[in-house]
């Protein structure tokens, strides 16, 4: 999997995809899609079935990762003879360096460590013959990341859902990184029709990340409430906003906020984090609402292209849904 970036990006019709890029051939897939790792959602069961419907699955260990979390979802990818790839987050993995330890013993295809700037885990990863990624916000980040050797970047424009750097939407954010890079770069936001992955290909993406329409399938860890909340949504439901990591005490660092489903703790908190901060009693209470799942605090990653999901289906429907002919 170490060369993988040794081919031009770019879509190409094909015979066994509709929209297949060099970068997707390489590796092997038929459809030239990566799930989002989503912490709390990509479990093994979502990446395996991403993996059985032509793309690249990835288990996401997120803000809650740690090593018996990972081993309980790889076994769910066990089948899939190493096609499946593992997200990290930076400052997840230098609490837990064991975290990569045991995502490297699992041989996958793919590990991509986002959100930090310490790129000294690139190297360990490539000797270990596994492909690399990070997700990035600029054509600098771009730049730096793929000096330091990482072989496939992932343009995150701000639609995106989860956490992320609000700074640039998607398109122009994509144009720019493919201008300063060689390396096959992935695009990620608000990607949830056959017509907005089409137009990523033909912009030179050589696959797409794509997180919330897979998030309401049947394989994903959400709670079903959660589902249904995703399907409910329209597109201007969502908000950028820091107030669940400060009110989980979670340390994201500040210049990654989360997009989530509005609801009214985040209507209450978002802007007034620094309060909320000091305010145990509540921190208490989301920590009790959250427990209870309770649709008034708890927080549910989203795109802006949430409006796009009409019914909770498979992951098998939603692929073919993105990569077949209208």
């Known amino acids: 999997?170490?060369?993988?970036?040794?081919?031009?990006?770019?879509?190409?019709?094909?015979?066994?995809?509709?929209?297949?890029t060099a970068w997707s051939r390489r590796l092997g897939l038929r459809v030239p899609l990566?799930?989002?790792p989503?912490?709390?959602?990509?479990g093994g069961a979502l990446a395996a079935a991403v993996t059985a419907a032509g793309g690249l699955g990835m288990i996401g260990m997120g803000s809650a990762g740690s090593v018996p979390a990972l081993h309980r979802e790889l076994v769910h990818v066990r089948e899939t003879e190493g096609r499946f790839g593992i997200g990290l987050v930076d400052w997840v993995v230098a609490a837990h360096p064991d975290l990569?330890?045991?995502?490297?013993?699992?041989?996958?295809?793919?590990?991509?460590?986002?959100?930090?700037?310490?790129?000294?885990?690139?190297?360990?990863v490539r000797a270990a013959g596994i492909s690399t990624a990070t997700q990035v916000y600029s054509a600098e980040e771009a730049k730096r990341a793929a000096e330091s050797g990482v072989q496939v970047l992932v343009a995150r424009g701000s639609e995106g859902g989860g956490h992320g750097a609000v700074e640039q939407p998607l398109r122009p954010l994509l144009a720019s990184v493919l201008?300063?890079?060689a390396t096959p770069v992935l695009?990620?936001?608000a990607i949830t029709t056959h017509a907005d992955l089409a137009a990523v290909l033909a912009e030179g993406a050589s696959g797409a990340w794509v997180g919330t329409c897979l998030a309401a399938c049947?394989?994903?860890?959400?709670?079903?409430?959660?589902?249904?909340?995703?399907v409910a949504a329209r597109g201007d439901d969502t908000i950028v906003t820091r107030a669940f990591d400060v009110g989980m005490?979670?340390?994201w660092p500040t210049r990654f906020p989360s997009r989530v489903l509005r609801n009214p703790f985040a209507e209450r908190w978002t802007g007034r984090e620094d309060v909320l901060a000091r305010d145990a009693h509540a921190r208490a209470d989301l920590a009790a609402a959250t427990s209870a799942e309770d649709p008034a605090a708890v927080p549910i990653d989203a795109g802006t292209g949430v409006g796009a999901i009409t019914a909770v289906r498979s992951v098998a429907e939603v692929i073919e849904s993105l990569c077949a002919t209208p």
């Open 1 to 20: 999997m170490d060369g993988m970036n040794s081919s031009p990006p770019g879509p190409e019709r094909h015979a066994d995809a509709v929209a297949s």
């Open 34 to 36: 990566v799930n989002a």
């Open 38 to 42: 989503m912490g709390g959602v990509a």
């Open 100 to 124: 990569l330890d045991v995502a490297i013993a699992a041989r996958p295809a793919m590990i991509s460590v986002s959100f930090g700037t310490d790129m000294r885990w690139v190297e360990r």
């Open 179 to 181: 201008e300063v890079v």
């Open 187 to 189: 695009a990620a936001g």
């Open 218 to 230: 049947t394989e994903s860890l959400l709670a079903p409430s959660g589902r249904r909340a995703l």
């Open 249 to 251: 005490e979670l340390p």
